[in-house]
T-cell receptor, first 114, second 115 residues
């Protein structure tokens, strides 16, 4: 069965800390994505990756970076956490073979920056 | 400009009745795909149904169907025979172009099913 695993369901960090959010998929998917979800705004794409070591900016990349050293793992990094990065973060993956392939999501990480 | 618009922030529906969730989209591409996802209070996003821009028939998956009106650029989700477990937030999303796997999401609609 399809599985996307995010390392933490809840995380509390302090302003200025470097924060790592980890995501692992076991489906051999080429594409991986990081979104943040805020009330009234839906999901907004932060970064995505089409292949190992490849990354592209999404709609709101400022203050974030990503790393994809292995196909199954996609990490989101908050270089210096700020309170406006308190949000729900969702990781997703998908196949590249067909356009109708849905993205499969992890359970999300609720991140609070104090 | 907003690519996906969901105008209903919240809706109530009686158990066993049908409910329609509105979604309009904006794209200049001829090839695109539309997806609906369900997000229960637990947080996971569950894929429900897909409609491709060249699909001639409206998509159906069990109790879910998609009312696709291409000229109006709308892709409304219909849930028939609502169940208490259908209470969740529902998101409409669009993929534009060929070979581009990014999705643009709407703001979501919260559905509450009443017994």
């Amino acid at each position: 069965d399809v599985k996307v695993t995010q390392s933490s369901r809840y995380l509390v960090k302090r302003t200025g800390e470097k924060v790592f959010l980890e995501c692992v998929q076991d489906m051999d998917h080429e594409n991986m994505f990081w979104y943040r979800q805020d009330p009234g705004l839906g999901l907004r794409l932060i970064y995505f990756s089409y292949d190992v070591k490849m990354k592209e900016k999404g709609d709101i990349p400022e203050g974030y970076s990503v790393s994809r050293e292995k196909k199954e793992r996609f990490s989101l990094i908050l270089e210096s956490a700020s309170t406006n990065q308190t949000s729900m973060y969702l990781c997703a993956s998908s196949l590249s073979v067909k356009d109708n392939q849905p993205q499969h999501f992890g359970d999300g990480t609720r991140l609070s920056i104090l | 400009a907003q690519k996906i618009t969901q105008t209903q922030p919240g809706m109530f529906v009686q158990e066993k009745e049908a409910v329609t969730l509105d979604c309009t989209y904006d794209t200049s591409d001829q090839s695109y795909g539309l997806f609906w996802y369900k997000q229960p209070s637990s947080g996971e996003m569950i894929f429900l149904i897909y409609q491709g821009s060249y699909d001639e028939q409206n998509a159906t998956e069990g109790r879910y169907s998609l009312n696709f009106q291409k000229a109006r650029k709308s892709a409304n989700l219909v849930i028939s025979a609502s169940q208490l477990g259908d209470s969740a937030m529902y998101f409409c999303a669009m993929r534009e172009g060929l070979g581009d796997y990014k999705l643009s999401f709407g703001a979501g609609t919260t559905v509450t099913v009443r017994a």
